[in-house]
């Protein structure tokens, strides 16, 4: 006779707690104890308990979900940072036409390795990893084999990536060649690989062109690039030309030189990476490194969909330079 599965009131009764409050932590809920988290995850490995996703998805009215999973040090990026809407609009436009859904997981730095675990257990069809550090990512991978990182991660992480180094090598080359001779850079974070990537590029193409790589540590926001900007100013009052890590830190590098009475182009020339829409609104028109972040978060998403990633399954996508005003001929 078959042995009778485990529900969810056999792990709420083991844990010592409601089946409300065991479905909470099973799904992902944030308002539950700590002590209580844990005795609801040590009663599901003790039982063997496995959500069921097909009743799951009829009490919510939908079937599957793929996991959108953020690490961010402020949640309110995801709704001001333009890369993020890009990738759930890759996501969104792969899932059209079918039942599988979308479900966010933001989640700050201090709480990440333990709500990174938490998440794992109740990953869907797959999940997609935005600025999820490589030794996370291999722990999050090792607990849920169904991942794809955007972005360059651990070995043997599934991955896509836009071809960082070369676009911000392409960027700082075109620099140079309207005629600027002294580009600096404001990087981005610590440790990002895709920030990693691009400061590789910046640094080989300084080289190249017989110049000292000058450059001010920064991040992924508007705020990097104005503290950076002001930084390199003070530092560097010659400097006319910036490559900015992303889109975001450029239009904080625009600010501080409007500040500076610096002129944008003639004065300091200005690219950025992604060319997100902020690239074409911004005055003047900014140049930008074209990354396709819809097309890669399409591409993963497809691919977790048809099961078709694995530990080698890694793809590399072109970042062609779009040419705007901001860094015209000086």
């Not at 979308?102 to 990893?129: N, T």
């Not at 620099?175 to 001779?181: A, D, N």
């Not at 590789?200 to 110049?211: K, L, N, P, T, W």
């Not at 080698?312 to 901001?326: D, K, T």
Request: proline share 5%.
């Amino acid at each position: 006779m078959e042995a009778k599965k485990p529900t969810l009131e056999d792990v709420g009764r083991a844990a010592g707690v409601s089946r409300a409050t065991a479905s909470r932590v099973i799904s992902g809920g944030r308002k539950v104890s700590d002590d209580a988290r844990g005795r609801v995850w040590h009663a599901v490995e003790l039982l063997g308990y496995h959500p069921d996703l097909a009743a799951r998805a009829l009490a919510k009215g939908h079937s599957d979900v793929i996991d959108l999973i953020v690490i961010d040090d402020a949640a309110v990026m995801l709704g001001s940072n333009p890369y993020y809407s890009r990738v759930m609009s890759g996501i969104l436009s792969a899932l059209a036409g079918s039942d599988t859904q979308m479900r966010v997981h933001v989640i700050e730095q201090p709480d990440a390795p333990r709500r990174l675990d938490d998440v794992a257990r109740i990953v869907g069809v797959g999940a997609l990893l935005v600025n999820v550090p490589p030794e996370l990512a291999a722990r999050f991978s090792a607990r849920c084999a169904r991942v794809v990182s955007l972005g360059h991660s651990a070995p043997g992480v599934p991955s896509v990536e836009a071809e960082n180094a070369e676009g911000a090598r392409s960027a700082v080359q075109h620099l140079y060649r309207t005629g600027r001779r002294k580009v600096v850079a404001v990087h981005g974070k610590q440790g990002n690989s895709c920030a990693t990537g691009r400061r590789s590029g910046f640094h080989s193409a300084s080289v190249e062109a017989g110049h000292e790589p000058i450059g001010a540590e920064g991040g992924f926001c508007l705020e990097a690039g104005f503290d950076g900007t002001k930084e390199l100013l003070a530092a560097h009052p010659d400097l006319d030309g910036i490559f900015a890590a992303c889109d975001l830190t450029a239009m904080g590098v625009l600010r501080a030189l409007e500040e500076s009475g610096r002129r944008v182009p003639d004065d300091v020339a200005l690219v950025g990476f992604d060319d997100s829409f902020l690239a074409s609104v911004a005055t003047p028109a900014m140049t930008s490194v074209r990354q396709p972040v819809e097309h890669m978060a399409a591409l993963a998403t497809r691919a977790l969909l048809a099961s078709e990633t694995g530990p080698n399954w890694h793809r590399v996508e072109p970042a062609p330079l779009q040419i705007r005003r901001s860094s015209a001929a000086a």
